[in-house]
């Protein structure tokens, strides 16, 4: 395969715009790959003012002639994904033909959303502040090997595997859920009643890439969530149930290591997070909310309110470790116009410890004080811009210093939601890709 691949990933809590990102780069490329998560992920994507939000299929959808694959590593809700071709048709896109699931992915079942609001209720205070679409239970089904993938629907026996399978996990959660009990038959006829229209969807994912890799075919590697998210390296447990870091490629496309090419980490120029657990730079009070109205910041996919916080260097740093960054794309930084002054956190002290990493203990995190250093902001709107050097000079000055602190060279600076409101710098990355 070609090692002109690229990966996008997010370096925060995910909601970073990597959804725009993939949408810009897509023209570059002829298949677009997710590789894990599932529908509570949400890319939003702005062209020529139409809003396209997106949960499962990669935002090349909205490109003609690009392949559009959905990797073994994500968990798929039939409802969700017919729901979301259906949108996509009545925008004038057809995804059939050129949208692909592997045929090693979970199935998402109605039991899966039953498991997680009860598991959810049962943490009270300790909520992880999940999506409850059953992303969590069916990865918990993967992992336990009593899962359903979309090769096992083709199953029409009512006592072969795919009926023997059901039974055995609604009769599961019919002994851990209150209330009404769910009929495993009914769960087991709507599944073959998806089938028909999945079927011509459903195929081997990691041949299509590697057939596409020898052909000469460049693909974008699109993920989900964010670093801080990833089940082994976010903040634990306050995570997602998938590895949504760039390891995660390997294992939920099936490719080799060598496919995967150069590394974009996608970051906003502050911060955001959705759900619980630890957020060292996040602000409340009037000033946070005034930053999450100016950002738009609620879930593409639930509406919720996202928690909104300074640049966090040290999370960034983490993320470009983990995930070997080539460059960095710093997105809203429109929000931040009007601002009398920004601050960034560059490390933190915990106790009399000056930490510059993310400590794996979340108890300890949540102790931890960010270190800012504050710096002018600027009052000439950024919104629009689409030349680096028409930015004012304080925020030339604002990325010089996220370069500095994170390590990573900005590549594309997103100055809008269109997908035209964008700055890509001469000479960098970026730049090579869509050459």
């Known amino acids: 395969m070609t090692t002109r691949n690229v990966a996008i990933v997010g370096t925060q809590w995910g909601d970073e715009g990597k959804g725009k990102l993939v949408d810009l780069l897509t023209p570059a490329f002829s298949i677009v790959a997710r590789y894990q998560g599932g529908h509570n992920a949400g890319h939003t994507v702005f062209v020529n003012g139409r809003k396209f939000v997106l949960h499962l299929i990669p935002s090349g959808i909205l490109h003609a002639g690009v392949t559009c694959v959905i990797g073994n590593g994500v968990v798929v809700d039939p409802e969700a994904l017919f729901a979301e071709i259906d949108e996509l048709r009545r925008e004038g896109i057809e995804p059939v033909g050129r949208l692909f699931i592997s045929e090693r992915a979970h199935v998402i079942l109605p039991y899966h959303r039953d498991v997680e609001q009860a598991a959810e209720a049962a943490r009270g205070d300790r909520r992880i502040g999940t999506t409850a679409r059953g992303i969590g239970p069916s990865y918990e089904d993967k992992s336990g090997r009593r899962g359903i993938r979309m090769a096992d629907l083709a199953d029409a026996d009512p006592d072969g595997p795919l009926g023997q399978t059901i039974r055995a996990n609604v009769c599961a959660r019919n002994r851990t859920v209150d209330g009404e009990e769910l009929d495993w038959r009914s769960v087991r006829q709507d599944l073959l009643a998806a089938w028909p229209r999945l079927e011509p969807l459903v195929a081997d994912v990691s041949r ?100 909104v916080g300074w640049f966090d260097a040290v999370v960034v740093r983490h993320a470009a470790r983990l995930n070997g960054l080539d460059a960095l794309a710093l997105t809203k930084l429109d929000v931040l116009d009007g601002l009398a002054e920004i601050k960034l956190c560059t490390h933190y002290r915990c106790g009399d410890q000056v930490l510059n990493d993310v400590p794996a203990s979340v108890g300890r995190l949540a102790s931890c004080k960010p270190q800012y250093e504050t710096m002018p902001g600027w009052s000439r709107p950024t919104a629009g811009l689409r030349r680096f050097d028409d930015l004012p000079v304080e925020a030339r000055r604002y990325i010089a210093r996220l370069e500095e602190v994170t390590g990573q060279t900005v590549a594309i600076v997103s100055t809008g939601s269109d997908r035209n409101d964008t700055i890509i710098r001469p000479g960098s990355a970026a ?5």
């Not at 730049?431 to 050459?435: D, E, M, P, S």
């Open 431 to 435: 730049a090579r890709w869509l050459a």
């Open 208 to 307: 299509l890439l590697d057939d596409g890799g020898r052909k000469g075919r460049r693909i974008l590697f699109e993920g989900a969530q964010g670093t801080m998210l990833d089940l082994d390296h976010g903040t634990y447990p306050f995570v997602s149930s998938s590895n949504g870091t760039v390891g995660g490629i390997c294992a939920g496309l099936g490719v080799p290591p060598r496919a995967i090419g150069e590394v974009l980490g996608v970051s906003k120029a502050y911060s955001t997070r959705v759900g619980g657990g630890p957020f060292p730079t996040e602000l409340g009070g009037a000033f946070g909310e005034a930053l999450r109205e100016s950002g738009d910041e609620y879930g593409a996919s639930t509406g919720r309110p996202r928690r």
